[in-house]
C-alpha cells in the first residue's frame, strides 16, 4: 500500500496530508458481514424499531443518534479520515443532520410525513452505514471496527490531543442551551417570554416544524396557507422529525438540536483554521472568535451610562446591544454570530456548520481524496433548504480557494470538479422555487451599498460604521493581512484575502430577499476567514494581551447573550398558549384559521396553518401579503356573510380571536358568535374560537 509524500503546499501549511491510501486489495467490491454480526445486526434493528415504536420516548436513544451523529461520523472516516479528530465529529455531525433530513423528505413524498417515516429512513442510514463499512475502494480509507477494550484509552487520548477544540465546542453547546433553554420560551405570571430582541422568530420556526409535525407535509407555508414552502425550512424539517420520532414537544428539541450545531461550528471552525494554519493555539482562538466574538455594540452601552443612566443591569435587560435597532448613530445593525446566528436564526445554526464543513473538506481533500470532494460537493447541494444564503456563498468559497491556491492547475482538478459540482442538480429542485419567488417580487436586485450602511450620510459614516459594527476582529485580520511579511505570512493568504473581501462585496452589490437585514448572514459568512487572520495574528502575542483580545471582542455577544437570558419580553398571553394547546389536541391536523396579521399566534404554537401574519414574513418569501390583509380584515369587518365568502376562498374553516378585534371603519366588527353560519368551539380568558357551521 502506497502513500504519496506531502507536497509543498502542504509543507508550507504546516499539517501532514496523507493522499490516496490504495488497500492492499484495490478490488472494488462489498464485503458480506460475517453470520454472527449479520444476525446480531438483524436482531438489533428489530428490537430497536419495536421498541421506538412500541416506546415513543426510547427513540432518543435508539433513533435520534442516526439522525444528528452516526452515519456522517462513519461516512467522514472513511472519505476523509486525515481531517483532525474534532473535524471528522464536526463533519459528522452534520453530514448525520443532512442526509437523515433529506432522506426523510424523500421516505415521506412516498407516503406522507410521520414517525414511520422516520423509522423506515433510519432503517435505511443503518443498513447503508453497515454496508459503508463493507465497501472496498480505492477511494475510501480501511475500516476496522475498534476493539472494545481500545475505546477508553482511544477517547482519553483524543480528549487530551485535542482539548481546547473539545473545550470551546463544549462551552458554546452549553452556553446556547443554557439561555435557550433558561427563557427562550418561558411561562411568567404575565405570559409566555421568548428571549429578547428577536423574539418573533421562534413560533415562525414552531410554526413550521409543528406543522409538518402535524401532517403539513409537503409543507405549505403554515402562515400563508395554500402556498408552498419555499423558504430554508429544514432546519425546522429536521426538528420535527426528532420530535415525531420520539413524540415530545418540537420546542425542547428545537432548543438540543441549536445547542448541538453551535458546538458542531466550533469543531469544524477550529479544524478549518488547523488545516489552513497547522497551529493548535491559532485554531483555538479561531474558534473563540468565530462562536464569542462581535462588534463594538458595547459603545451605546457606553454612552447610555456616560448620559446619566446607572442602572447597568437595566439596560442590558432592556436593550440588544449587540445589534440595536435603535435610532440615532452610532447604528449596529450587524449581528454577531452568538447573537442571532446561534440563538434565534436556526437556518444560520444549521447552515453555517454546513459551509464551514464543506470548505473544510475541500482544503483537505481536493488533490488527495477524491471521495472527500464528493461528500463535499454532496453537503454544498444538501446545504440549499437548510440555508439559502449561504448555498451560493459556499461555492463562491471553494472556487476562491481553487484560484488562489492553485489547484486550478492540478492533474486531477477536472474530475474533483465533476465531483464537487455533479451533486449540485439536488438542490435545484429547493432553489429554483425560491429564486423564482423572490425575483418575481423584486427582492432580488442589485444594489449600491447595503442600504443599512446609511449611504446618504456620506464616506466617513459608512467606514465609522463598519468599523464599529465589525468590530476589532476584523481589524485585526486587515492587520495580519497588511502588516505580516515573509516568514510571519500568513498561510493561505490569498484565499482568506479574497474570502473576506468577497462576503463583505455581497451584500454591498446584491439584495436577494425582501428584508435588507437578511443581508448581513454574509457578513456573518465573512467571519469565518476574519476570526482565522485575526488568530494568526494575535497569536504570536502574549498570553495577557490575547485574553484581552478575546474579552474585547466578547463584550458585545455578552451583552446579547444576557439580554436573551434576562428580557422579560412577553409574546403570548396565558390565555393564548391555553388556546394554543387547546386548538393542538381539538382541532384537525389540516385544519386553516382565520387570524389577525400579528407575528405570534396560538395557532403558530399549535402546529395549524393560517389565512396570514406579520406582512414583511410573507413577502420575504416572496409573496405579496396586501390581497389577504385585505380578506383578512374584510371577514372581520364586513359580517358574517362576507367572512364565510373570504375564508372559502383560502379553505378555513376556523375563526380565532386572541383577545380583541381589528379595527374596522364602522366600529361594528363581524360578530361571530351571534352568527348562525358560525358556532362557538372554545371561549376562555377573552380568547375564542368559532368553527363554521
Known amino acids: 500500500m502506497g502513500v504519496r509524500a506531502e507536497d509543498s503546499s502542504t509543507k508550507a501549511s504546516g499539517v501532514q496530508r496523507v493522499s490516496v491510501a490504495t488497500p492492499d486489495d484495490d478490488r472494488i467490491?462489498?464485503?458480506?458481514?460475517?453470520?454472527?454480526?449479520?444476525?446480531?445486526?438483524?436482531?438489533?434493528?428489530?428490537?430497536?424499531?419495536?421498541?421506538?415504536?412500541?416506546?415513543?420516548?426510547?427513540?432518543?436513544?435508539?433513533?435520534?443518534?442516526?439522525?444528528?451523529?452516526?452515519?456522517?461520523?462513519?461516512?467522514?472516516?472513511?472519505?476523509?479520515?486525515?481531517?483532525?479528530?474534532?473535524?471528522?465529529?464536526?463533519?459528522?455531525?452534520?453530514?448525520?443532520?443532512?442526509?437523515?433530513?433529506?432522506?426523510?423528505?424523500?421516505?415521506?413524498?412516498?407516503?406522507?410525513?410521520?414517525r414511520i417515516a422516520v423509522l423506515?429512513?433510519?432503517?435505511?442510514?443503518?443498513?447503508?452505514?453497515?454496508?459503508?463499512?463493507r465497501i472496498r475502494h480505492p477511494w475510501l480509507a480501511p475500516w476496522s471496527f475498534p476493539a472494545v477494550a481500545d475505546i477508553p484509552s482511544a477517547v482519553r487520548r483524543g480528549l487530551r490531543e485535542d482539548a481546547p477544540a473539545w473545550i470551546v465546542a463544549g462551552v458554546v453547546g452549553l452556553v446556547v442551551l443554557m439561555i435557550l433553554g433558561s427563557n427562550g420560551w418561558r411561562e411568567t405570571p404575565d405570559g409566555m417570554v421568548s428571549g429578547g430582541w428577536n423574539w418573533s422568530d421562534l413560533l415562525?420556526?414552531?410554526?413550521?416544524?409543528?406543522?409538518?409535525?402535524?401532517?403539513?407535509?409537503?409543507?405549505?407555508?403554515?402562515?400563508?396557507?395554500?402556498?408552498?414552502?419555499?423558504?430554508h425550512w429544514f432546519a425546522d424539517f429536521h426538528g420535527a422529525i426528532a420530535a415525531a420520532a420520539a413524540d415530545v414537544p418540537i420546542i425542547p428539541v428545537f432548543f438540543l438540536s441549536s445547542a448541538l450545531m453551535a458546538a458542531a461550528l466550533a469543531l469544524v471552525a477550529w479544524s478549518l483554521a488547523l488545516v489552513l494554519t497547522g497551529r493548535r493555539v491559532v485554531a483555538t482562538i479561531a474558534a473563540i472568535l468565530v462562536c464569542f466574538g462581535g462588534g463594538m455594540g458595547w459603545l451605546r452601552l457606553v454612552a447610555d451610562l456616560l448620559a446619566g443612566n446607572p442602572d447597568i443591569l437595566g439596560l442590558i435587560?432592556?436593550?440588544?446591544?449587540?445589534?440595536?435597532?435603535?435610532?440615532?448613530?452610532?447604528?449596529?445593525?450587524?449581528?454577531?454570530?452568538?447573537?442571532?446566528?446561534?440563538?434565534?436564526?436556526?437556518?444560520?445554526?444549521?447552515?453555517?456548520?454546513?459551509?464551514?464543513?464543506?470548505?473544510?473538506?475541500?482544503?483537505?481533500?481536493?488533490?488527495?481524496?477524491?471521495?472527500?470532494?464528493?461528500?463535499?460537493?454532496?453537503?454544498?447541494?444538501?446545504?440549499?433548504?437548510?440555508?439559502?444564503?449561504?448555498?451560493?456563498?459556499?461555492?463562491?468559497?471553494?472556487?476562491?480557494?481553487?484560484?488562489?491556491?492553485?489547484?486550478?492547475?492540478?492533474?486531477?482538478v477536472l474530475r474533483d470538479a465533476v465531483l464537487f459540482l455533479a451533486p449540485v442538480v439536488l438542490a435545484l429542485p429547493y432553489v429554483?422555487?425560491?429564486?423564482?419567488?423572490?425575483?418575481?417580487?423584486?427582492?432580488?436586485?442589485?444594489?449600491?451599498?447595503?442600504?443599512?450602511?446609511r449611504l446618504a450620510?456620506?464616506?466617513?459614516?459608512?467606514?465609522?460604521?463598519?468599523?464599529?459594527?465589525?468590530?476589532?476582529?476584523?481589524?485585526?485580520?486587515?492587520?495580519a493581512l497588511l502588516l505580516l511579511r515573509d516568514a510571519e505570512r500568513v498561510p493561505h493568504r490569498g484565499f482568506l484575502a479574497a474570502w473576506l473581501?468577497?462576503?463583505?462585496?455581497?451584500?454591498?452589490?446584491?439584495?436577494?430577499?425582501?428584508?435588507?437585514?437578511?443581508?448581513?448572514?454574509?457578513f456573518q459568512m465573512m467571519w469565518i476567514s476574519a476570526a482565522i487572520l485575526a488568530a494568526w495574528l494575535v497569536a504570536r502575542w502574549p498570553r495577557p494581551a490575547i485574553v484581552t483580545v478575546l474579552a474585547v471582542c466578547a463584550i458585545s455577544p455578552g451583552l446579547i447573550a444576557l439580554h436573551h437570558a434576562w428580557h422579560p419580553a412577553v409574546v403570548m398571553s396565558l390565555a393564548q398558549a391555553a388556546a394554543g394547546r387547546w386548538i393542538?389536541?381539538?382541532?384537525?391536523?389540516d385544519a386553516v384559521f382565520l387570524t389577525d396579521a400579528f407575528i405570534n399566534s396560538p395557532v403558530d404554537l399549535a402546529g395549524r396553518r393560517r389565512v396570514t401574519t406579520f406582512g414583511p414574513y410573507v413577502s420575504n418569501l416572496g409573496y405579496d401579503p396586501a390581497p389577504r390583509e385585505v380578506d383578512v380584515h374584510s371577514a372581520y369587518c364586513d359580517g358574517p356573510e362576507g367572512a364565510v365568502e373570504r375564508m372559502a376562498k383560502y379553505g378555513a374553516t376556523y375563526v380565532l380571536s386572541s383577545g380583541g378585534v381589528l379595527e374596522c371603519d364602522d366600529g361594528e366588527p363581524t360578530d361571530f358568535a351571534a352568527s348562525p353560519l358560525f358556532e362557538t368551539i372554545y371561549a376562555a380568558d377573552g380568547v375564542s374560537v368559532w368553527r363554521l357551521r
Open 457 to 479: 450620510d456620506g464616506p466617513a459614516a459608512v467606514v465609522f460604521f463598519y468599523v464599529t459594527n465589525l468590530g476589532l476582529p476584523v481589524l485585526l485580520a486587515i492587520a
Open 204 to 231: 415562525v420556526h414552531v410554526a413550521i416544524g409543528n406543522s409538518i409535525v402535524h401532517g403539513n407535509f409537503p409543507p405549505e407555508v403554515p402562515y400563508f396557507a395554500g402556498e408552498p414552502l419555499t423558504y
Open 317 to 412: 435587560t432592556q436593550n440588544p446591544y449587540d445589534n440595536s435597532w435603535s435610532e440615532g448613530w452610532p447604528f449596529f445593525r450587524i449581528a454577531s454570530v452568538l447573537g442571532t446566528g446561534l440563538l434565534p436564526h436556526r437556518a444560520t445554526t444549521f447552515g453555517l456548520p454546513g459551509l464551514v464543513a464543506v470548505v473544510l473538506l475541500v482544503v483537505a481533500c481536493l488533490g488527495r481524496r477524491p471521495a472527500g470532494v464528493l461528500l463535499a460537493g454532496l453537503l454544498a447541494a444538501l446545504l440549499a433548504p437548510f440555508h439559502l444564503h449561504a448555498f451560493p456563498a459556499v461555492y463562491l468559497i471553494v472556487g476562491l480557494f481553487v484560484l488562489t491556491s492553485g489547484a486550478w492547475r492540478a492533474r486531477s
Open 29 to 114: 467490491g462489498v464485503d458480506p458481514l460475517p453470520s454472527t454480526p449479520a444476525l446480531g445486526l438483524i436482531l438489533f434493528l428489530t428490537a430497536g424499531l419495536v421498541l421506538a415504536w412500541s416506546i415513543p420516548i426510547l427513540a432518543v436513544v435508539l433513533v435520534w443518534p442516526w439522525l444528528f451523529a452516526v452515519p456522517g461520523w462513519v461516512l467522514v472516516r472513511r472519505v476523509a479520515p486525515d481531517l483532525p479528530r474534532p473535524g471528522v465529529i464536526g463533519v459528522g455531525i452534520v453530514a448525520s443532520t443532512y442526509l437523515s433530513a433529506h432522506l426523510v423528505e424523500l421516505v415521506s413524498r412516498l407516503d406522507g410525513f410521520g
Open 584 to 589: 393542538e389536541t381539538s382541532t384537525p391536523d
Open 120 to 133: 423506515v429512513a433510519v432503517l435505511v442510514l443503518v443498513l447503508a452505514t453497515a454496508v459503508l463499512t
Open 501 to 522: 473581501v468577497a462576503l463583505f462585496v455581497v451584500p454591498n452589490v446584491v439584495r436577494v430577499s425582501d428584508v435588507d437585514f437578511d443581508m448581513n448572514k454574509y
Open 432 to 453: 429554483l422555487p425560491a429564486a423564482s419567488l423572490q425575483e418575481a417580487e423584486g427582492a432580488f436586485r442589485f444594489v449600491w451599498g447595503w442600504s443599512e450602511a
